[in-house]
C-alpha cells in the first residue's frame, strides 16, 4: 500500500496538487477495497472515515487515481462507471472492430519493458501495453478492404475516423451539461453550463453533417475498417456519465465545485483533442482535432473566469 501512496503522491506533484486529508482518505479506502465499485459506493465508506467528504470530492479523487494508474474503471452496460485497484501490472489485446478485450500478464514482457527504460536512461513508471489486432470471429465477417490505400483514400479515411471520435465526445458533453443544468441552482453556475449545453449542441449538428455528408459521397466508406484507433477508455471517461451520477455530483456540490468538475472534464477533452492533432499524419485529420483543440480551450476559459469569479466572492 506504501508504494501505492507514494505513487499517488508523487503524480499529484506532477498535476500541481496535493494529497489533502479528504484524498488521503479516499485513497485508504479504495486501495483496502476489493471488487468493483461505483463512485456513490465508494462515497458510502469514505463517509464511515471521514464524514466531512463530498461526493464530488470522491468523484474527482476517483478520476486523479485512473489517470496515475492505480485504479481502472469498468462499464457494465448499465450507465454506471465502475471502479476497482489496479492491483497488479496487466496487459490488453484489443479488437479494432468491437473492441473486445482481453487481458494478460507476462513476466518476460515486464521484464523487457523495465530493460528498455533502463538503457535508454528513462526512470521505470507505470505502464500498460495496448495490442490492437482483429478478433477471429470479426476477422471472419469482414469482408476485406476494396480500397487501395491512396494517399486522397486515406485522407478521407482519417475524416470519417476523427469526425467520429469528435461526435463521440461532444455528445459526452452535452448529456454532462443538459443534465446539470436541471440540478444547479447557483444562476453564475446554470448560465455557464446553459452556454456550454448551446455550444455542444451546436458543434454536434456541425459535425453530424460533415459526417453525414462525407458518407454520401463516399459510399464504400461504410466498408472501411479504422484508420485511427483512438483510446475508447479515454473518450468514454471524459465527461460524468448516467444521469444519476451527473445530478449526484452537482446536488452534492459547492457551485464551485461543480465547475471545477466541468473544468477537469474540459481539459482531459481538450488534452485528447490536442495529442491526436499533434499525431496523426494526415492533414484532414489534424485539421479536425486542432480546431476541436482551440473550441474546447475556449470552453475550458469560459469555466475557469466563472470559478474564478465565484472564488473572489467566497472570499472575506
Not at 46 to 63: C, E, I, M, Q, S
Not at 131 to 140: T, V, W
Not at 145 to 169: C, F, K, T, Y
Not at 174 to 193: K, Q, S, W
Amino acid at each position: 500500500m506504501q508504494d501505492a501512496i507514494e505513487t499517488f503522491e508523487n503524480f499529484l506533484r506532477t498535476k500541481n496538487l496535493k494529497n489533502s486529508k479528504p484524498r488521503s482518505d479516499i485513497l485508504d479506502v479504495f486501495l483496502a477495497s476489493e471488487g468493483h465499485f461505483s463512485a456513490q459506493e465508494l462515497y458510502d465508506q469514505v463517509k464511515l472515515k471521514n464524514p466531512r467528504v463530498g461526493f464530488a470530492t470522491v468523484y474527482r479523487t476517483l478520476k486523479l487515481l485512473e489517470e496515475s494508474g492505480l485504479a481502472r474503471s469498468l462499464d457494465y452496460g448499465d450507465g454506471t462507471q465502475r471502479y476497482e485497484p489496479d492491483r497488479f501490472r496487466h496487459h490488453h489485446i484489443i479488437c479494432t472492430a468491437c473492441n473486445r478485450t482481453i487481458e494478460f500478464l507476462s513476466p518476460e514482457l515486464e521484464a523487457l519493458l523495465q530493460d528498455v527504460q533502463q538503457t535508454h536512461d528513462y526512470i521505470p513508471q507505470i505502464h500498460a501495453v495496448r495490442i490492437l489486432s482483429m478478433c477471429q470471429d470479426c476477422s471472419q465477417a469482414r469482408p476485406p478492404s476494396v480500397r487501395h490505400g491512396s494517399d486522397q483514400d486515406l485522407e478521407i479515411i482519417m475524416s470519417r475516423d476523427a469526425l467520429e471520435v469528435a461526435i463521440a465526445n461532444e455528445e459526452q458533453g452535452l448529456h454532462f451539461y443538459t443534465h446539470a443544468i436541471e440540478v444547479t441552482e447557483d444562476d453564475m453556475t446554470r448560465g455557464v453550463f446553459r452556454r456550454l449545453a448551446k455550444d455542444e449542441q451546436q458543434h454536434l449538428t456541425q459535425l453530424q453533417n460533415a459526417y453525414d455528408k462525407l458518407r454520401r459521397a463516399q459510399p464504400w466508406l461504410d466498408d472501411e475498417p479504422s484508420l485511427l484507433h483512438f483510446d475508447y477508455d479515454r473518450l468514454q471517461n471524459i465527461f460524468p456519465k448516467g444521469q444519476d451520477t451527473i445530478r449526484q455530483i452537482v446536488e452534492a456540490a459547492s457551485p464551485a465545485e461543480a465547475l471545477r468538475v466541468a473544468m477537469d472534464a474540459e481539459q482531459r477533452s481538450y488534452e485528447l483533442f490536442r495529442y491526436y492533432a499533434n499525431r496523426v499524419e494526415y492533414a484532414k485529420g489534424q485539421d479536425i482535432f486542432a480546431q476541436f483543440a482551440q473550441e474546447e480551450e475556449q470552453h475550458l476559459e469560459l469555466i475557469q473566469a466563472a470559478y474564478q469569479a465565484l472564488q473572489e466572492q467566497s472570499e472575506p
